[in-house]
């Protein structure tokens, strides 16, 4: 079955600890993003990629980290610099279509929590 | 930038009754819509969406969707709800133009009474 898979479910870091969320795709899809989410917040974009070895920044950036060094992968580090790193943090992806058409859905995997003790 | 308002974090429906959660966008040209859940714990699920043609959406599990272009609105109902349907409902946009980033609402949260 297609999907996005994403691990570990639930992590625990200490502070001043780097950690790298796992986030992979077998969708063949170029997009891949990244998305943190807080009670009441809704979702925020963190980073996102378009195609592969090239990304940009979302709207919350900082204390955070990626790389897409390949179409279906794309991890995402927490580094120590992140002030509040306790949340679930979700990756989708998505596939402009043939025609170009940014009108696609976004498929999401199945988060992972993560915990600052 | 574009902004994404659901009004009430928090819905409670009888089983059977209506569901209604309501969605309005900011953009001065007629975005993509979607609505998606959310059960705990787990990722986002779509819905329906919106794109282009008839402005009455029918999605998955009996939901459907207007858009109102005159009231840059999207909101999300179902005749009767189901215990089932007690979840999380996120509303969201993109831009037309080129580019695929969307822009989430905060959430609401429906919680069905037996």
């Known amino acids: 079955d297609g999907g996005i898979t994403q691990s570990p479910k639930y992590l625990f870091r200490k502070e001043g600890q780097n950690v790298t969320l796992s986030c992979e795709q077998n969708l063949n899809h170029d997009a891949m993003y990244w998305y943190r989410q807080d009670p009441g917040q809704g979702l925020r974009l963190i980073y996102y990629?378009?195609?592969?070895?090239?990304?940009q920044k979302g709207d919350i950036a900082e204390g955070y980290s990626v790389s897409r060094e390949k179409k279906e992968s794309f991890p995402l580090t927490v580094t120590s610099a992140q002030k509040n790193p306790t949340a679930f943090y979700l990756c989708a992806s998505s596939d402009p279509g043939t025609s170009g058409s940014w009108g696609n859905e976004q498929f999401f995997g199945p988060g992972t929590r993560l915990t600052v003790l | 930038a574009q902004s994404v308002t659901q009004l009430g974090s928090h819905v409670s429906v009888s089983e059977g009754a209506l569901v209604l959660l309501r969605c309005n966008y900011s953009s001065s040209v007629p975005p993509y819509l979607f609505w998606y859940v959310q059960y705990p714990n787990q990722g986002l699920q779509l819905l329906l969406k919106y794109t282009t043609g008839a402005t009455l959406v029918k999605g998955i599990n009996g939901f459907e969707a207007e858009f109102k272009k005159s009231e840059t609105s999207f909101h999300l109902t179902k005749p009767s709800a189901h215990m089932s349907d007690a979840a999380e409902y996120f509303c969201?946009?993109?831009?037309?133009?080129?580019?695929?980033?969307?822009?989430f609402g905060g959430g609401t949260r429906v919680l069905v009474k037996p």
């Open positions: 969201a946009v993109r831009p037309q133009a080129a580019g695929n980033k969307l822009t």
């Open positions: 990629s378009q195609i592969v070895n090239d990304f």
